[in-house]
Nanobody, 116 residues
């Protein structure tokens, strides 16, 4: 099992910035990818950004150039720097990890609200 703890959400005005962080604990040795997803009210959960052991970071088109994902393998953390935030970025953001043997794990989510 892998446990995930997220932090960094909050309320920000349009054009502002927030940084989300997620720390994994437990069976972390099998993690091969970490990332962030989000879910707005009445919408499906969608990928925001992912970073793996094998490929370059992957971003949703809607956040390219504004968001940056980074990973610290020694600390088992993944962060999402969000700049130039827009009201349409408002959502609950979920940390996700993918493991080789145990499948996917999700954090509880952190609310990001961008006011216009």
């Amino acid at each position: 099992q892998v446990q995930l703890v997220e932090s960094g959400g909050g309320l920000v005005q349009a054009g502002g910035s927030l940084r989300l962080s997620c720390t994994a604990s437990g069976r972390t040795s099998n993690i091969y990818a970490m990332g962030w997803y989000r879910q707005a009210p009445e919408k499906q959960r969608e990928l925001v950004a992912t970073i793996s052991n094998y490929d370059a970071p992957n971003y949703a088109d809607s956040v390219k150039g504004r968001f940056t994902i980074s990973r610290d393998n020694l600390k088992n953390t993944v962060s999402l720097q969000m700049n130039s935030l827009k009201p349409e970025d408002t959502a609950v953001y979920y940390c996700n990890v993918r493991t080789a043997y145990y499948g996917d794990f999700w954090g509880r989510g952190t609310q990001v609200t961008v006011s216009s």
